[in-house]
């Protein structure tokens, strides 16, 4: 009897302390996000607004300041600048392909092997991750260039010339896909960890041969990690710069030389400015495409 | 349906070190159940992955209705397994799990919808074809699992601890219908438990593995009244297994003596709870009463530390601390690794 007042106060006093506890925790929380909030909003999403206000907010012939989207115009009815645009969405399809292509086999070895070579070609994949991008352009220049590696082999063994595809289109995409294959292969490996080997020896047992198993069982299931694959790589590729500077063609030329060269040689700050911004326009397409197939993954 | 035929099987791993199947035969019949028991690394798994293709045998043969199928992939042969952990496609519905294996068999789409229901009648899930496989509770994802080894009508029926992930109440009621269905359908059926519970509930003879090795196969009475190694009697149901020595046709072990008329030498003693009576006197001290409300386990003390236990119709007759005496009803004796006697009871 003498314990029921007591455990009444405690019943009567717990849910304004659980209110308060919220309120405290949810303080907290705020409090915790706020700092890389903030440096979101100051790193990223000021400079987004402050590029777009300066391309669209432009001053005139009299030096007054208006709304214009003459820059805009002017890039999307410049022959050279549609050609880089182009280029640049061309290297990023064919590289983004190209890395599901070499990728997914390797995920798949890696996911499905046991031993020691699995390992060693696990290290091999990821090796690129720790080659800076200029290191490696110059070793695909000394390897594939004019003279190179490759050439000397083809003129001792009396061989041919190979056209070398240094200085074009293909320059970038081998690079690039080459500097991308660690990430890649990291994602899809990590979504290759959500199949079980059961549930593919059980589609092996009703009767499913390798390629169905892939098809049926494996690709459904990694679809979410192939999106952000695919996502990671297109990001990366399309503000690509050391790469498509070193080793892509003079013209037309990737977003990233095309911008440097605008603002530091042509001194056409706004013109580069806009071209960022359109370089940004396709990014968050796939930005989205992204955060969005996070949150799918993340409901499933 | 069909008659599995596993002669001198092996299997090693890790360049031969370590066999996980050592030279193991068994044939099962027509419409029989059996069930490999054993703890863990016994080999069991590997066996059942041999016969469903999963693992390809170092040695040996493997013959379904007298097709020799030792090398053939999974897909190749006609088994269904039910794994573990369910296995099932979660991208799938219960329906497009159970009609994958037969679209892949290229069956007309009314002939698949038409076993497809028929199945998940059987296993008691009519209707629930558009659920998807995370909206099903555990028991419920087993019955798909096996009623999709089922869809395709496999001579041989293979399920790995198809149980091990459910509770005990589920795991129960679900073995009944498992073996109700099995015996409708009279398929024959390779399971592989470590439950011995499950294995004498459900399977028409037991095989007991050890180290990769058959260690006895024998109905689950005999396997229980009779078993050949002090391995077999201590691993199905509770045996007490008392080392002590046997001099002049007796027994001992402390104040324990037990006539057994065979030769002079170390033995173990064997005798279940059930047939250990209890009398005051002075061979041991009772450590614990247990009541289960049907019957009491009494855990008695020898002076070494030695521990039996016997089981008692009234526990409430026993305390802790009480001196008694032990008296075996029946019993058997093992000398290296084999029976050496029984009592007159015990067989």
Known sequence: ?300 | MAVLEIQNVTKTFGSGSVRAVDDFSLTVGDGELVCLLGPSGSGKSTLLRMVGGFETPTGGSIRIDGDDVTKAPPEKRPTGMVFQSHALWTHMNVFKNLAFGLKLRRLPPEEIKRRVEAILELVGLPGYGTRLTHQLSGGQQQRVALARSLVLEPKILLLDEPFASLDQHLRERLREEVRDIQQRLKITTLFVTHGQDEALAMADRIVVMRDGKMEQVAAPDTLYREPQTPFVAGFIGTMNLAEGVVSDGTFTRGPFTMPVPVGDGAAILAVRPEALGLAPGGMGDIHRVTDFGTHGIVDVDLPDGFRFKAMVPEAREWKAGQKVDLKPRAFSAYRDNAVIYRSQAAS
């Open chain 1, 1 to 300: 009897m003498t314990d029921t007042p007591a455990g009444n106060i405690a019943q009567a006093t717990s849910p304004a302390g659980d209110i308060v506890g919220t309120r405290n925790r949810w303080y907290l929380g705020l409090l915790l996000v706020a700092a890389p909030v903030l440096l979101v909003c100051w790193l990223i999403i000021y400079p987004i607004i402050a590029a777009v206000v300066q391309t669209v907010w432009v001053p005139d012939a009299d030096g007054v300041n208006r709304l214009s989207l003459e820059s805009y115009r002017f890039f999307f009815s410049d022959g050279y600048s549609l050609a880089n645009l182009w280029i640049t969405l061309w290297t990023t399809l064919v590289c983004a392909i190209l890395l599901l292509l070499i990728c997914l086999p390797i995920a798949l070895y890696l996911r499905f092997s046991e031993g020691r070579l699995p390992a060693y070609v696990q290290a091999l994949a990821i090796f690129p991750m720790f080659v800076p991008s200029i290191i490696l352009s110059y070793a695909f220049i000394r390897v594939l260039g004019p003279n190179g590696m490759l050439d000397i082999l083809l003129n001792a063994a009396h061989l041919p010339k190979i056209r070398s595809p240094y200085l074009t289109p293909w320059g970038p995409v081998i690079g690039l896909v080459w500097d991308h294959i660690p990430l890649t292969v990291l994602i899809l490996l990590s979504g290759l960890g959500n199949v079980s080997n059961q549930s593919i020896e059980a589609a092996r047992d009703v009767g499913a041969g390798r390629l169905i198993v892939l098809w049926h069982i494996i690709l459904p299931r990694i679809g979410n990690s192939v999106l952000v694959a695919a996502s990671f790589a297109v990001l990366g590729i399309f503000s690509a710069f050391t790469i498509p500077y070193v080793l892509g063609p003079a013209a037309p030329e990737m977003m990233g030389p095309f911008m440097q060269r605008t603002f530091r040689e042509l001194y056409d700050p706004t013109s580069a400015i806009t071209q960022a911004v359109i370089s940004f326009g396709f990014c968050i397409v796939f930005g989205l495409f992204y955060v969005y197939s996070v949150a799918r993954n993340q409901r499933t």
